[in-house]
Each structure stands twice: as C-alpha cells, then as structure tokens.
C-alpha cells in the first residue's frame, strides 16, 4: 500500500511571503528527497507560485473547470458528461512536469451558479492526482477555507505564515479557528517571516500556536525578485531558506 501523502498547505495575510516560503519548501524537498514525486498546488488566482518557481503556465484547473461548464450552458449535455469522465486527464494534461517536482495552477476562485456537482468533482480529482505524489506543496489565498472548498478536505501539514503586523497575527489566528472546524490536519505551526528585529518576536502574542522559525528580511531574495530570478537557484544559506528549513525540520517533514 502505498504511503499516505505529505500535503504541506499555507495560509495568512496576503503580503507576508507565502508564495516565497512556498517555493523554498519545493527547492528543500527536491534537494533532499531526489527519489520523491513532488507536486506544487498555486492555489492563488494570481499564480505567483508559478513564477517564484521558473515555471511557465499554459492551463489552469479552472480552464478546465470553465470548458465544463460552457458545455452545460451550451445544453451539451453529452459533451459536459464525457468531458466529466475525461477530467482527471484533462488535469494530468495541465501538469508542468519539470526538474524534480511537478506543478499545477488551480485559477481563478469558483464562479457563482449552481455547478457545485461539477466543482465538487473536480475537487474530487485533484484529490486523486495528489495521491499520485509522495509531497504536496499548495500555495493558498488568505484563509484556510479554499483549501477545504476548493483544493484539499484535509491536509497533514497547516502552515501559518505571518509578518510582525497585528492583522497579519490576526488572520492566522482566525485561520487557526477555521481550520480547526472544517479541516483535518496533524500538524500546524507559524512561520513569522520579514521580521526586521527578533527583539519584536517578545511582543507577538500567539496564543497557542507554536513558532516554527523566524525569516529576517532576506537581501538575497529582494535582489532575486528585482532581476526576476526563481527561488529554485535561491542560496542555500539565503536567510529565507535556512529559516524555511528549520520550520521543515520542526514539523519532521525533513531530518
């Protein structure tokens, strides 16, 4: 039988880095687990995982999701019903396979109408296609509830990643709260990233939520972002990915 995935999902204020942290998390697994199948989920409309990663997008789920339900519209039903059957290549179709993991763009957020039986389908066979993968990285909005709607029902791994900000504190802990209702997950920690002085850290109040690191503003990568360089060729003693790292090693994703 094979092994339960590791479905690392990230999640908080917009701004604070998710996208970067995500794409450190890919870089780290790749390096350490050559012999793994690796898949990153951009979650995010605006598919920023995509370019911190060097990958080039072409199709998104909700293209496919959309071709769906033109037909439905159109009144082809046949068409909608054996395109339906055909989802779950379609999708394999849309995944860019490149040096070491594999990556995929959910799209745009769900558009409202009555196709929840179509969106809950295709949500069924992302769940599918995961399995397929020994690592899942998503990349997700603010707000944990996506993932539980549109990506993932549970995840092993929920990471909460913040700035010092007040109301970067307050939407993981509102996050939190959800999660804690409408997914299921073993593990969940914060990553406070951007922190300009860890003398701060003494005046974050966190509740429960235990710290998995602390990111400083990391010079390597404003540079790699200013010349438009992907976080794959990051310095492996970059402080984003030194303080990615010991998060990983916090949570026993990596030794």
Do not use: W
């Amino acid at each position: 039988m094979k092994k339960e995935a590791v479905i690392i999902a990230l999640s908080g204020k917009g701004g604070v880095g998710k996208t970067s942290v995500s794409a450190a998390i890919v870089k780290l697994l790749v390096q350490a687990y050559p012999d793994k199948k690796i898949l990153a989920i951009d979650a995010d409309p605006a598919v920023g995982l995509s370019t911190a990663l060097g990958i080039e997008v072409s199709k998104t789920i909700d293209d496919i999701r959309k071709e769906i339900v033109k037909n439905v519209e159109d009144g082809q039903t046949k068409a909608a019903i054996e395109l339906l059957g055909d989802a779950r290549y379609l999708i394999f179709d849309a995944l860019v396979e490149t040096d070491g993991f594999a990556f995929i763009a959910v799209g745009r957020p769900e558009s409202a109408g009555c196709y929840c039986k179509i969106n809950a389908y295709l949500k069924e066979v992302i769940s599918i296609l995961s399995n397929e993968f020994d690592y899942v990285v998503i990349d997700g909005e603010a707000g944990v509830e996506q993932i539980n709607r549109r990506v993932m029902e549970k995840v092993s791994h929920l990471l909460l990643v913040s700035d010092a900000s007040r109301k970067g504190i307050q939407v993981i802990s509102t996050i939190k709260q959800v999660a804690d209702e409408l997914v299921m997950y073993k593990k969940t920690g914060v990553i406070l990233n951007r922190i300009p002085d860890k003398s701060l850290i003494e005046h974050i109040q966190l509740q429960n939520l235990p710290i998995l690191s602390v990111i400083p503003s990391d010079t390597h990568l404003l540079i790699y972002d200013i010349e438009g360089r992907n976080i794959m060729t990051l310095p492996d003693d970059s402080s984003l990915v030194l303080g990615v790292k010991e998060a990983l090693v916090e949570m026993g994703i990596l030794s």
